[in-house]
T-cell receptor
Framework: AQSVTQLDSQVPVFEEAPVELRCNYSSSVSVYLFWYVQYPNQGLQLLLKYLSGSTLVKGINGFEAEFNKSQTSFHLRKPSVHISDTAEYFCAVSEGSGNTPLVFGKGTRLSVIA | GAGVSQTPSNKVTEKGKYVELRCDPI?????LYWYRQSLGQGPEFLIY????????DSGLPNDRFFAVRPEGSVSTLKIQRTERGDSAVYLCASSFIPQETQYFGPGTRLLVL
């Protein structure tokens, strides 16, 4: 069975500073990896996903993530954050076949400070 | 086009009552998922439908929880004899086929008093 660990429950960062949200996973099979964002009182929105191919994945709103198989990590990065990036971010994994549900981490609360 | 919709957006009920939560997936999406998100946690899988049949219901916590999708579109999650511990946000997601990206609805916030 897969599991996901998001190492930081809260990350405060100043506006225009870079940010990295960490995600590690465990799985005995090949995986698909996802980052979702949840704004207050809204549903989950897909930021980016890794299915195969290039390990550097670019998503919406200037976010990117890098799949590192040896370290079983899929950290999310943004070079310069905005106030509007304040939200909860969830890392998720599913089996590489795609026929399994998502397993989510507990989330990281990103707070951007003006 | 329209996204995944869920009704009601909020539901308050009393312990022991029966509740139904509805999910309307994106048109044409064959796969439908239910998740539960407790406060301060990530979503946890409950059940997954491929068409009309439940392909995986391993996440349902007990037999008080049941879900249907009789025509392969709208799904209803049913909770009998609700308990205070059932209070959470219930999320629905759909995808065109199981291997594709899951798109989430806004959720139903259930509060059991």
């Amino acid at each position: 069975a897969q599991s996901v660990t998001q190492l930081d429950s809260q990350v405060p960062v100043f506006e225009e500073a870079p940010v990295e949200l960490r995600c590690n996973y465990s799985s005995s099979v090949s995986v698909y990896l996802f980052w979702y964002v949840q704004y207050p009182n809204q549903g989950l929105q897909l930021l980016l996903k890794y299915l195969s191919g290039s390990t550097l994945v670019k998503g919406i709103n200037g976010f990117e993530a890098e799949f590192n198989k040896s370290q079983t990590s899929f950290h999310l990065r943004k070079p310069s954050v905005h106030i509007s990036d304040t939200a909860e971010y969830f890392c998720a994994v599913s089996e590489g076949s795609g026929n399994t549900p998502l397993v989510f981490g507990k989330g990281t609360r990103l707070s951007v400070i003006a | 086009g329209a996204g995944v919709s869920q009704t009601p957006s909020n539901k308050v009920t009393e312990k022991g009552k029966y509740v139904e939560l509805r999910c309307d997936p994106i048109s044409g999406h064959t796969a439908l998922y239910w998740y539960r998100q407790s406060l301060g946690q990530g979503p946890e899988f409950l059940i997954y439908f491929q068409g009309t049949g439940a392909a995986d219901d391993s996440g349902l916590p007990n037999d008080r929880f049941f879900a249907v999708r009789p025509e392969g579109s709208v799904s209803t999650l049913k909770i009998q004899r609700t308990e205070r511990g059932d209070s959470a946000v219930y999320l629905c997601a759909s995808s065109f086929i199981p291997q594709e990206t899951q798109y989430f609805g806004p959720g139903t916030r259930l509060l059991v008093l």
